[in-house]
């Protein structure tokens, strides 16, 4: 009934950059929390950043941040993240999520009830 969609991702080089995407359809985003994940082979599922339904603040995981932005735009029921001076351990399926997560949003999994297909970056030389 509810369904996000990735899209953005790619083979991009170290110190390169890309622009992922969270289309949303059967509801509005303006009311939900968005968290964006990734997941490396052998590695458990993390949380990148989030941007919460109060105006839109945002938090970040320590390693992106000052380089992975996440923004909203309402109009287009749409959420982004920009990646930039991706490094190789980037690498992994992203993931884009929504909850209602009441006042700042979280990075735990838990926490997110609606969940995309995943899109995969890589960064390599």
């Known amino acids: 009934q509810l369904q996000l969609v990735e899209s953005g991702g790619g083979l991009v080089q170290p110190g390169g950059s890309l622009r992922l995407s969270c289309a949303a359809s059967?509801?509005?985003?303006?009311?939900?929390?968005i968290g964006w994940f990734r997941q490396a082979p052998g590695k458990e599922r993390e949380g990148v950043s989030c941007?919460?339904?109060?105006?839109?603040?945002?938090d970040y995981e320590d390693s992106v941040k000052g380089r992975f932005t996440i923004s909203r735009d309402s109009a287009k029921n749409m959420v982004y993240l920009q990646l930039n001076s991706l490094k190789p351990e980037d690498s992994a399926v992203y993931y884009c999520?929504?909850?209602?997560?009441?006042?700042?949003?979280?990075?735990?999994?838990?926490?997110?009830?609606?969940w995309g297909q995943g899109t995969q970056v890589t960064v390599s030389s």
């Open positions: 999520a929504a909850g209602r997560v009441v006042g700042l949003c979280v990075l735990s999994p838990v926490a997110y009830d609606n």
């Open positions: 059967g509801f509005s985003l303006d009311y939900y929390a």
């Open positions: 941007i919460s339904r109060s105006r839109g603040s945002p």
